[in-house]
């Protein structure tokens, strides 16, 4: 069963904008990681944030997590059209495995 | 260093037949998880080792089975193949699965069920 639920699932935004995705997850967690897949391929770590942990940044990405909501969300700033992938948060509830949502997918036009 | 490695990157199977796929994973990660990916069921887990043991196991069937090697190289094995094995296999490589540390991923194996 999926955990996380991303939203929306797809997003269509002009370069230089922000994009911001949203992940929500039903059970308590240790902690929650984001990926990037472009089409097909692996997935590609973006952040992993500890559910004792409320914001984290890395580059052009600011996550956040807000445990009382069991949602976390990922923005991306002054998108660029390589941002282009599709974007899966992935809880980890320290049972050995990663529970992904089924993504969104991010266009961005230049 | 290394990422991890995903052998073959594509495959083509029959109907009936059996397949192995393979992962190394990055230098001193020692929990490797398998993941199947579908358009209709997503990213879903397949199991999980560590040390040789396998600690979790996703809901498939036991058509589906891996191991995992002393050098930290694992394989999972699909017997009996269905059409609706055709998927990307992902593999996951960690230094330890559940202690707050990612997860990196390969290229992923393509198989095709024909």
């Known amino acids: 069963s999926q955990q996380g639920e991303e939203d929306p699932q797809a997003l269509s935004i002009q370069e230089g904008e922000n994009a911001t995705m949203n992940c929500s997850y039903k059970?308590?967690?240790?902690?929650l990681q984001w990926y990037r897949q472009n089409s097909g391929r692996g997935l590609v770590h973006l952040i992993l944030?500890?559910?004792?942990?409320r914001e984290k940044h890395s580059g052009r990405l600011r996550v956040t997590l807000d445990t009382s909501k069991k949602s976390s969300s990922l923005l991306i700033t002054a998108s660029r059209a390589a941002d282009t992938a599709s974007y899966f948060c992935?809880?980890?509830?320290?049972?050995?495995?990663?529970?992904f949502g089924k993504g969104t997918l991010l266009t961005v036009n230049p | 260093k290394a990422g991890v490695t995903q052998t073959p990157r594509y495959l083509i199977k029959t109907r009936g037949q059996q397949v192995t796929l393979s992962c190394s994973p990055i230098?001193?990660?020692?929990?490797v998880s398998w993941y199947q990916q579908t358009p209709g069921q997503g990213l879903q887990f397949l199991f999980e080792?560590?040390?040789?043991?396998?600690?979790n196991k996703g809901n498939f069937p036991g058509r589906f089975s891996g191991r995992q090697f002393s050098n930290s190289r694992s394989e999972m094995n699909v017997s009996t193949l269905e059409l609706g094995d055709s998927a990307l296999y992902l593999c996951?490589?960690?230094?330890?699965?559940?202690?707050?540390?990612?997860?990196?991923f390969g290229q992923g194996t393509r198989l095709t069920v024909v």
């Open positions: 944030i500890r559910s004792n942990e």
């Open positions: 080792y560590f040390s040789e043991t396998q600690r």
């Open positions: 992935a809880t980890d509830a320290s049972n050995y495995k990663l529970t």
């Open positions: 230098s001193g990660h020692r929990s």
């Open positions: 059970t308590s967690i240790n902690n």
């Open positions: 996951a490589s960690s230094l330890y699965q559940g202690s707050n540390t990612e997860a990196f």
